[in-house]
T-cell receptor, first 122, second 109 residues
């Protein structure tokens, strides 16, 4: 059974840092392209960033609004995706979802986590 | 950063047909934007319906189809069902950086 389980969310003060994790199982994580999207309460989806598989260079792309503050990384030995967030702002409050959507050969799938809530508040 | 635009809300009758569109502030949407369409129901994570303009997943109902139409990406629902009532989001890629549209709230009524 495919599972993506996010963790690490919680309450953090403005200017603080947080690292989200997404533990994957049931598929070949090392071959998967992964992304983070977020959703502020009552709002639409926002693309945070993505990381390719190492077979495709392992490169990352980040949304302009978060570039320099958020960093996506992966540890294929632990089947885990990360989102390191720093200089957090109140407007970063959202549910953060990790998703896996394709592999290195271009085969598409759709694996989703249940999301983890990040609340930035003083 | 580019702005992706969608209709905020649409209503379709059961059994009817509706087209949702996805435009880009940078100009014409092409296959090079790799348009995705997501469906999100209340309290759930978004689910991909369409990827790369018109490709479906195995779970995508046949009544949904994706295309390029009039310079935009389009999601057409033919034969709407009550369970299709949801929020729909398009996602466009700009040299690897994704941008979501604001979403369309689809009511089946």
């Amino acid at each position: 059974e495919v599972q993506l389980v996010e963790s690490g969310g919680g309450l953090v003060k403005p200017g603080g840092s947080l690292r989200l994790s997404c533990a994957a199982s049931g598929f070949t994580f090392s071959d998967a392209w992964m992304k983070w999207v977020r959703q502020a309460p009552g709002k639409g989806l926002e693309w945070v960033g993505r990381i390719k598989s190492k077979a495709n260079g392992g490169t990352t792309d980040h949304a302009a609004a978060m570039k320099g503050r958020f960093t996506i990384s992966r540890d294929d030995s632990k089947n885990t995706l990360y989102l390191q967030m720093s200089s957090l702002k109140v407007e970063d409050t959202a549910v953060y979802y990790c998703l896996s959507y394709r592999d290195s050969s271009g085969y598409h799938f759709d694996y989703r986590g249940q999301g983890t809530l990040v609340t930035v508040s003083s | 950063q580019a702005v992706v635009t969608q209709e905020p809300s649409l209503t379709v009758s059961p059994g009817g047909t509706v087209t949702l569109t996805c435009g880009s502030s940078t100009g014409t949407v092409t296959s090079g934007h790799y348009p995705y369409w997501f469906q999100q129901k209340a309290g759930q994570a978004p689910r991909t319906l369409i990827y790369d303009t018109s490709n479906k997943h195995s779970w995508t109902p046949a009544r949904f189809s994706g295309s390029l139409l009039g310079g935009k990406a389009a999601l057409t629902l033919s034969g709407a069902q009550p369970e299709d009532e949801a929020d729909y989001y398009c996602l466009l890629s700009y040299t690897g950086v994704g941008v979501f549209g604001g979403g369309t709230k689809l009511t089946v009524l």
